[in-house]
């Protein structure tokens, strides 16, 4: 089973194409936005189980250069209209 996840990033403004480039490439990633609003960027992640998102928020997201906040929503059901 996959586990998909919603993560909004508030970031240090000058540093938000830093952490943009730093996260689009990453496998676990499948969208990522810059987005207007209270949070800067937008990223919904795929992995296998909550340990692989625990080591993708605590191991890689959250020690960033420029990330000041996260806020993760686990998606529960979802429908991609195209």
Do not use: W
């Amino acid at each position: 089973m996959t586990l998909k996840a919603i993560i909004l990033i508030d970031v240090d403004p000058p540093l938000t194409d830093t952490v943009f480039d730093s996260l689009k490439d990453l496998p676990v990633v499948k969208e990522i936005s810059s987005v207007y609003g209270i949070h800067d960027i937008f990223c919904l992640i795929e992995v296998a189980d909550e340990e692989q998102l625990n080591n993708f928020i605590f191991k890689k997201l959250r020690p960033t250069d420029g990330v000041k906040e996260t806020l993760t929503l686990m998606v529960s059901h979802s429908v991609r209209k195209e």
